[in-house]
C-alpha cells in the first residue's frame, strides 16, 4: 500500500520559474524524503528531513514539513530542463520495530519548458 | 564504482514460469532492499535485509515470492509461477546499515514482463 499521496500528479512549467510538489502521509513517521526519477538516472536520493526540523535547504532544493498536517512540501527554485523527471516522497515507519523499507507516493511528474 | 548493479535489466518470460532476478549492492553496505514499482506508480517495498537475514519480509504479496541473501552481499529474488499481474519494474536498493536515516541508493532496477 501506498502511505504518500504527492499533488499534482503532473506539473508543467517553463524553464526558470519555481516548482512546488506537495506530499501527504497518514501515519506517524521519523523522517520524510523526497526522491527523484528519470529514465536516464533511475531513483535518485534529494533530500531527507527528520520529523522534528520544519524545514531543509539543498542548493535549488527547498523542503518543508508539518507533522501536525501531516504534508510535506519541495520547492525547486530557478529550474532547469534537467530537473524534468518523477518526484516522489517517501517515508518509514515511526520506529517501534517497524519495517525500514521506505513508502513511497504515486509521484509528481515534471515537465520543465524549454 | 560502483554503484547498485542488477541483472538482468529486462527479463520477459510466459506465465507459470519461474524468474531469478540479481542484485549486486554498494560494497560495503549490510542493508540491501527490494520494491516492486509498477506503470504509473510509486515504488513499493518488498523485503529487507540487514547482513544474511531478511529483517522484514511484510512487503512480499504471497509465498510466490522469496528473496536471498546467502553471504551478505548480492540478493537474489525468486518468483515462482509468475502471474501476468508480477509484471513491473524490480528495484534494489542498499544502504550503509539499516535504519531509516541513512540513504538508500538504489539500481537502475529490472523490468519484469510475464505475458
Known amino acids: 500500500s501506498q502511505q504518500g499521496e504527492e499533488d499534482p500528479q503532473a506539473l508543467s512549467i517553463q524553464e526558470g520559474e519555481n516548482a512546488t510538489m506537495n506530499c501527504s502521509y497518514k501515519t506517524s513517521i521519523n523522517n520524510l524524503q523526497w526522491y527523484r526519477q528519470n529514465s536516464g538516472r533511475g531513483l535518485v536520493h534529494l533530500i531527507l528531513?527528520?520529523?522534528?526540523?520544519r524545514e531543509k535547504h539543498s542548493g535549488r532544493l527547498r523542503v518543508t514539513l508539518d507533522t501536525s498536517k501531516k504534508s510535506s512540501s519541495l520547492l525547486i527554485t530557478a529550474s532547469r530542463a534537467a530537473d524534468t523527471a518523477s518526484y516522489f516522497c517517501a517515508t518509514d515507519a515511526w520506529s517501534g520495530g517497524g519495517a525500514d523499507g521506505l513508502t513511497f507516493g504515486k509521484g509528481t511528474h515534471l515537465i520543465i519548458q524549454p | 564504482g560502483a554503484g547498485v548493479s542488477q541483472t538482468p535489466s529486462n527479463k520477459v518470460t510466459e506465465k507459470g514460469k519461474y524468474v531469478e532476478l540479481r542484485c549486486d549492492p554498494i560494497?560495503?553496505?549490510?542493508?540491501l532492499y527490494w520494491y516492486r514499482q509498477s506503470l504509473g506508480q510509486g515504488p513499493e517495498f518488498l523485503i529487507y535485509f540487514q547482513g544474511t537475514g531478511a529483517a522484514d519480509d511484510s512487503g512480499l504479496p504471497n509465498d510466490r515470492f522469496f528473496a536471498v541473501r546467502p553471504e551478505g552481499s548480492v540478493s537474489t529474488l525468486k518468483i515462482q509461477r509468475t502471474e501476468r499481474g508480477d509484471s513491473a519494474v524490480y528495484l534494489c536498493?542498499?544502504?550503509?546499515?539499516?535504519?531509516?536515516?541513512?540513504?538508500?541508493?538504489f539500481g537502475p532496477g529490472t523490468r519484469l514482463t510475464v505475458l
Open positions: 528531513i527528520r520529523s522534528n526540523e
Open positions: 536498493a542498499s544502504s550503509l546499515t539499516s535504519g531509516s536515516y541513512y540513504e538508500q541508493f
Open positions: 560494497s560495503g553496505h549490510t542493508a
